[in-house]
């Protein structure tokens, strides 16, 4: 069975600029997740769908971050205009479904820096 | 409150020797503590969990310890190998709050040969 896929893997960018992240779930897995990783802390979620729509997106940063998921498959992060503090890992899982016992499967990330 | 805390940051054992790590959180309506290793380069992958009706549980060298009472709970690397080096996270999850995992800080744990 095939992971959770994303890229880039690795994005430079410069303050201001826009970025954008990929993450193609496992097959059949209703629920997809975005994780904000930054060095030496524990990921945080940014948004939560099930299927293609958004069921928990209190910790996004709305003013810069955006996401969807089209058809309830692939999903892309957004950040226009990006910060210095938003150098980090952004993470990817998916899980089967959205209710408990199902464990979240995390793609590799896309190491994100901003100079 | 959301927060999990952990312990230590960071932590070196001789290969062979006992890591452990150690989570404490405040929120009772939390179910489900699962606990994740990370390779650098790599996402975080589930390495054993525990529910709260279970004061322990162990899967081969890595046993959790849960004390619902003082609301803390342990990892237990036993016979650590130096390929144990990794990131470990403690984490918690509200059911209700649809699988949303709350994750403790990290412990980056050194087995040296």
């Known amino acids: 069975e095939a992971g959770v896929a994303q890229s880039p893997r690795y994005k430079i960018i410069e303050k201001r600029q826009s970025v954008a992240f990929w993450c193609n779930p496992i097959s059949g897995h209703a629920t997809l997740y975005w994780y904000q990783q930054i060095l030496g802390q524990g990921p945080k979620l940014l948004i939560q769908?099930?299927?293609?729509?958004?069921?928990?997106d209190s910790q996004l940063p709305k003013d810069r971050f955006s996401a969807e998921r089209l058809k309830g498959v692939d999903s892309t992060l957004k950040i226009q205009p990006a910060k210095l503090e938003d150098s980090a890992v952004y993470l990817c899982?998916?899980?089967?479904?959205?209710?408990?016992?199902?464990?979240?499967?995390f793609g590799p990330g896309t190491r994100l820096t901003v100079t | 409150q959301q927060q999990v805390k952990q312990s230590p940051q960071s932590l070196i054992v001789q290969k062979g020797g006992i890591s452990i790590i150690n989570c404490a959180y405040e929120?009772?309506?939390?179910?489900?503590f699962p606990w994740y290793q990370q390779f650098p380069g790599k996402g975080p992958a589930l390495l054993i969990a525990i529910r709260p009706d279970v004061s322990e549980k162990k899967e081969g060298r890595f046993t959790i310890s849960f004390n619902k009472s003082a609301k803390q709970f342990s990892l237990h690397i036993m016979d650590s190998q130096p390929g144990d080096s990794a990131t470990y996270f403690c984490a918690a999850r509200i059911k209700a709050a649809g699988n949303k995992l709350t994750f403790g800080g990290g412990t980056r744990v050194l087995v040296k040969p």
């Open positions: 929120n009772t309506a939390f179910d489900y």
């Open positions: 769908f099930q299927n293609n729509g958004v069921v928990d």
């Open positions: 899982a998916s899980s089967l479904v959205r209710g408990g016992g199902y464990e979240q499967y």
